[in-house]
């Protein structure tokens, strides 16, 4: 296997890992579909185990598309230790499994660690699903845990420096008689 088959990989197994782990799971056929990978520069240092993709960088997957001026890859002895990416906005998004309905995610900065199983949505973040929308300065997720947590702007003077969140009210089912 190529060393760029290998970082393919690992980018592919962390941006999977971190969007599969939601409690509504994302669409299982993207894992086994091929990665594509476009950027207007990569660098690759065997040596420090490190692979950078700079400038419009587009990963793709299935129904997974992730945007990003740059993402930063580090592997250990293990695989994937972690994935930084960044963007005016970064942006996610994949199908949910079962369900005509996706998963959107934005930040400015996203930050995955493969052996905390840790994702991080740092600066004007945001998730999306379906109707229901979470913003703030930062989200992050634990995979392991199931765990989120949503911090405001530090400091901020105005309401808009606060978590926000819109959980719209499932659709009721009539009643039988």
């Known amino acids: 296997m190529s060393i760029m088959q290998t970082i393919r990989i690992a980018v592919l197994t962390a941006l999977c890992a971190s969007l599969l782990a939601t409690p509504v799971q994302a669409e299982k056929a993207d894992r086994d579909k091929p990665v594509n990978l476009e950027a207007d520069l990569v660098t690759l240092d065997d040596i420090r185990k490190l692979s950078i993709y700079q400038g ?20 250990n002895a293990e695989g994937l230790e972690r994935i930084s990416a960044t963007g005016r906005p970064v942006a996610f998004r994949q199908k949910l499994d079962g369900r005509d309905e996706f998963i959107e995610g934005f930040a400015e900065r996203i930050e995955y660690n493969g052996i905390s199983s840790q994702l991080e949505l740092i600066g004007q973040a945001r998730l999306r ?41 499932k659709p009721r089912s009539e009643p039988t008689q």
């Open 56 to 75: 419009n960088v587009i990963l793709s997957q299935g129904t997974l598309m992730l945007r990003a001026d740059r993402v930063q890859v580090t592997q």
């Open 129 to 169: 699903r379906g109707g229901d929308e979470l913003r703030g300065a930062q989200i992050s997720y634990n995979a392991d845990t199931e765990f989120y947590k949503i911090v405001g702007e530090p400091g901020a003077q105005t309401p808009s420096g606060r978590v926000r969140a819109v959980i719209r009210p």
